[in-house]
């Protein structure tokens, strides 16, 4: 009855969160040409604008990835980090051998994803919670440091994004977008829907909103909706649906 019960409270907001996460990433992968309108001031058309472009559509692809894996952890336990890195991985393929292109870098960012991978095998064989810690430390960690806008994050995989071009400041700008994704990782990871897709909202819009009211960043109309009708459910089911969900129940 526990696991039913586990199942059944949260249940909207784990599957709106989920579409949430498939649609958007399906919507960048088809187009990831999107990012442009976050910087009307580039033409990515011109030859000039050549690496700017590179870093635009390489972000995206990346941005693409990690929200649908983050939709996978609404599965839940192992099987929703089995799942998430079941999607990462084939990226640094990709990345690394079908387009040479060292994004992410291999050590440190390839390295933890293959040592996190080797914990939750760990896990589902011997029990305990190492592969649980070690996903949501990991991607939280990361998703720290690209919130920083580090030069380095970005001339480390394109070493032609020099201070000052275009190519590190599309760079530093998307990185943040990945970032705040990876946060939202990490509190999919720890805590439950529907209360883990509201935190990890919550931590979305944050970041859109740093982009459009610090950054001066048009952020793109239809991922604000799309935020909001997913936060709007998430709350829903929060408040009046699940209740207390995340409360054990007294014997």
């Known amino acids: 009855a526990g696991v039913r019960d ?4 949260g249940a909207l907001a784990r599957y709106t969160f989920l579409a949430y996460c498939v649609l958007r990433s399906v919507a960048m992968f088809k187009t990831p040409t999107l990012v442009y309108e976050m910087f009307p001031a580039i033409d990515f058309t011109a030859k000039a604008s050549a690496d700017a472009n590179a870093v635009a559509l390489a972000s995206a692809r990346a941005l693409a990835d990690l929200i649908l894996a983050c939709g996978m952890l609404t599965f839940g336990g192992l099987t929703g980090r089995f799942a998430s890195l079941l999607v990462i991985f084939p ?7 079908v387009d040479g292109l060292a994004h992410p870098p291999i050590v440190p960012v390839v390295a933890t994803n293959v040592v996190v991978l080797l914990a ?3 896990e589902a064989g011997c029990g305990g919670k190492l592969g649980k810690y070690s996903y949501a430390i990991m991607q939280g960690g990361f998703g720290l440091l690209f919130l920083t806008e580090a030069p380095d994050l970005v001339q480390d995989p394109f070493t032609f994004a020099k201070e000052g071009t275009a190519a590190l400041m599309v760079g530093q700008k998307l990185g943040f977008a990945i970032g705040f994704v990876l946060c939202a990782h990490a509190v999919m990871t720890l805590v439950k829907p529907p209360m883990g ?17 610090v950054d001066s960043i048009p952020v793109p109309r239809p991922s604000v909706i799309a935020a909001t009708i997913c936060m709007a459910l998430c709350l829903i089911d929060a408040l009046f649906l699940s209740g207390g969900a995340e409360k054990p129940k007294k014997k």
């Open 197 to 213: 897709c509201v935190a990890a909202m919550a931590i979305i819009f944050l970041g859109m909103a740093k982009m459009a009211y």
């Open 6 to 9: 586990g199942v059944i409270m």
């Open 120 to 122: 939750n095998i760990y």
């Open 91 to 97: 990226m640094f393929y990709v990345n690394h051998v």
